[in-house]
Every structure is written in structure tokens, then in C-alpha cells.
């Protein structure tokens, strides 16, 4: 299997990435490929919302750093989108990527996407609306009639706000064992 972490957190250093890459450690220990691409590197603008993409078998109008993550995610079996909770869904930077990820509604098929999300909530229960979210953005590719793309699974880590606290966390053997088991 070949999996595509998308880390959508501003810290370098910070929880998201070291479940990120606790995921890629188990999957590749696994046998698995799997890379990470960190958002806060690239560059990158906001969907137009031209809609030229659809008309034209799913190549954006914008030649920027996000072409290169679309063929990623389509060459990937596993997607996994890691961002942490900021105000109860995932950060700026993780929708203004997940916006543009709009040239693969009608292209997107057998997909398994995961989420890694986290924040600062000492209970999982503040953590349902981006697990909405997350359930609504796969359900999109359904919409359009992709076959196979599904919700695969999720880890989750609650108190987490400094940096470095998920190593405390029983989500980081979690994101491990998910990482050896997709
Ligand atoms: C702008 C902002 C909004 C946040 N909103 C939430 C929130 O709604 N719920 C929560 O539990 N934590 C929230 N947090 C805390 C972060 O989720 C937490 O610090 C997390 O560890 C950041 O992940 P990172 O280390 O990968 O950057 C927020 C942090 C920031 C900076």
C-alpha cells in the first residue's frame, strides 16, 4: 500500500506532526510506502472557484505547489489528513488545501482516508465536529459517484496543547499501530 500524509499544522515540531509521522513509522515498518507533505512548506492559493477544472478531466488553472500533492493523492491508496483542532475543525491551512483538492471529485476512486486530529479539549466529545467534517469531505467523493472511497479511521489526542504533549498520549502508539494496519 502506498499512503500520503497531509500535515495541515503550522508547527514544525508540533503534535500533528509527530503523529503524522508516528503513522509513516508504523506503515513503513509494516512494508508499507508512505510519505508526508507538510502544507506550511508549500505555496499556495485559494480555490478560484472557477469550476475550469471539471471541464477540463481535472487540471487547475493555478500552476502552483498543489499540482504536484493532487498526483500524489491520486497515485496513493492510503490518504491521511492530519491537522490539529483549531476552533473545533482543522486549521485554515488544511481547508484552503482541502479546497483545492476540488479537481478530483470526479477522478478520486478506492480511497482509504484517515484523520489525525487533535487539540487542547481534555474529552473526545469536543472533537465530533471535525470528525463531521472529515465524514463530509469523504462523502463528497461519493457524491460523485466514486466507488471506494471511504472513511478508514482516525486517531484522535485530547489535552494536547503544548508542543510535544501527544508523546504522553496513548494516541501516539495509536497512530502507530493505525500506520502498521491500513
Ligand atoms: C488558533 C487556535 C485555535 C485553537 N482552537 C482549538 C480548539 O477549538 N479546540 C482545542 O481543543 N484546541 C484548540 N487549539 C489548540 C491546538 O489544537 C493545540 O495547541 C495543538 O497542539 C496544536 O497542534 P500542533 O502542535 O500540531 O500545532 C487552538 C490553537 C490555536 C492556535
Not at 470528525?131 to 469523504?138: C, E, K, P
Request: proline share 3%.
Amino acid at each position: 500500500m502506498k499512503a500520503l500524509v497531509v500535515c495541515g499544522s503550522m508547527r514544525k515540531n508540533g503534535n500533528t506532526n509527530i503523529l503524522a509521522d508516528e503513522f509513516i513509522k508504523g506503515a513503513k515498518e509494516a512494508g508499507h510506502e508512505a510519505e508526508k507533505v507538510s502544507l506550511r512548506d508549500l505555496t499556495f492559493g485559494d480555490c478560484f472557484g472557477c469550476r475550469a477544472c471539471h471541464g477540463n478531466g481535472g487540471i487547475c488553472v493555478q500552476k502552483d505547489d498543489i499540482g504536484n500533492v493532487l498526483e500524489k493523492m491520486k497515485s496513493a491508496d492510503v490518504i491521511v489528513l492530519a491537522s490539529p483542532m483549531y476552533y473545533f475543525t482543522w486549521t485554515g491551512l488544511m481547508k484552503r488545501f482541502l479546497d483545492r483538492t476540488y479537481p478530483l471529485l470526479p477522478i478520486l476512486k478506492n480511497k482509504d482516508f484517515y484523520l489525525i486530529t487533535l487539540g487542547g479539549v481534555p474529552d473526545k466529545k469536543y472533537m465530533a465536529n471535525i470528525l463531521s467534517d472529515f465524514s463530509m469531505y469523504v462523502g463528497c467523493f461519493k457524491e460523485f459517484n466514486q466507488v471506494g472511497c471511504r472513511v478508514a479511521g482516525n486517531v484522535i489526542a485530547t489535552s494536547a496543547l503544548k508542543p510535544g504533549a501527544v508523546r504522553e498520549s496513548k494516541a501516539l502508539e495509536e497512530a502507530y499501530e493505525l500506520g502498521k494496519n491500513i
